[in-house]
Each structure stands twice: as structure tokens, then as C-alpha cells.
């Protein structure tokens, strides 16, 4: 009996061509053997035959406006959407580029200054690695801050 309830529940949308050819076969096995879903599929076709006949009413010009609006609107933010990422991926690979372009200058920097101030003080290779690692960590938490903004406003949309 439970097939039978799932077969006439998907009889309204077999009267109007909108199931997917597997549920059309379906529905096309079992109307042979069941006279009741026949029946009713021929009804739900008339009425959709006489829906049809219907004279189609204009949509108020304000509601398509507002329809187009909208559609505009949901549209740029999708591509707002998809540029998102790359947007992200080039900061984040321009600021560990310049990380990376950096380090050599700041090595000769300090060797030239730890040269100048101390010969004990050329320890400043640890200043240059905690430059590094705090411009990584800022493209991190850039990263992460952007994150939670895309997120936020996927959940607000």
C-alpha cells in the first residue's frame, strides 16, 4: 500500500510533465494495474488541460520591477561570491610573497646593524624569523577574519 501512496502522490506532477523519467516509468507500471490512479491522473490532466485555457493574466508592472530588482541584487552578489576566493588567495600569496622578498633584505639589514651597534648582537636573525612569522600570521588571520564575514553573510542571505 505504501508504493500505491507514493504513486499518487507524484500524480499531479506526472499530469504536468515534471518528473524525472525514472518516477514517470514508475507511475507508467502502475497505472495498468490499478484503475483508481488512472482514474485520478486523468482527472489531474483535465484540470491541468483546462488551467491551460485560461486567459493569463499581465503581472503588475510594480511586482516586475521588484522581481528584476531583485534578481539584480542576487545576482552581483553571486559574482561578488565567486571572486571572493581568488580575491583572498592573491592577498594571501602577496603578502607571503613579500615575506619571503623581505627576508633576504632584513638578513643583510641586521647583519649591517648587529656589525655597527655589537658583534655579540647578531642574534638578529630571530627578530627577521619573528618578522616572518608574524607576517604569516597576519595573512592567516586575514584569511580567517574573511572567513567568518563570507559566513556571516551566507547566513544572513
Not at 30 to 41: D, I, N, Q, S
Not at 52 to 65: N, S
Not at 73 to 82: F, I
Request: with cysteine; glycine share 6%; proline share 6%.
Amino acid at each position: 500500500m505504501k508504493e500505491h501512496d507514493a504513486i499518487r502522490e507524484l500524480l499531479p506532477l506526472a499530469a504536468a510533465e515534471a518528473l524525472e523519467e525514472k518516477e514517470q516509468r514508475r507511475i507508467e507500471e502502475h497505472l495498468p494495474a490499478c484503475a483508481a490512479c488512472t482514474a485520478e491522473l486523468e482527472r489531474w490532466r483535465a484540470l491541468g488541460r483546462g488551467l491551460k485555457r485560461l486567459p493569463t493574466p499581465p503581472a503588475p508592472a510594480l511586482l516586475v520591477e521588484r522581481t528584476r530588482q531583485q534578481m539584480q541584487v542576487q545576482l552581483a552578489a553571486a559574482a561578488e561570491r565567486a571572486t571572493k576566493p581568488w580575491v583572498l588567495g592573491f592577498l594571501v600569496a602577496l603578502s607571503w610573497t613579500l615575506v619571503a622578498a623581505t627576508w633576504p633584505l632584513l638578513r643583510l639589514l641586521a647583519a649591517v646593524v648587529a656589525g655597527w651597534l655589537d658583534p655579540g648582537f647578531r642574534s638578529l636573525w630571530m627578530g627577521v624569523a619573528s618578522y616572518t612569522l608574524a607576517g604569516w600570521a597576519a595573512g592567516g588571520l586575514a584569511a580567517i577574519a574573511l572567513g567568518w564575514r563570507r559566513a556571516a553573510a551566507r547566513r544572513t542571505a
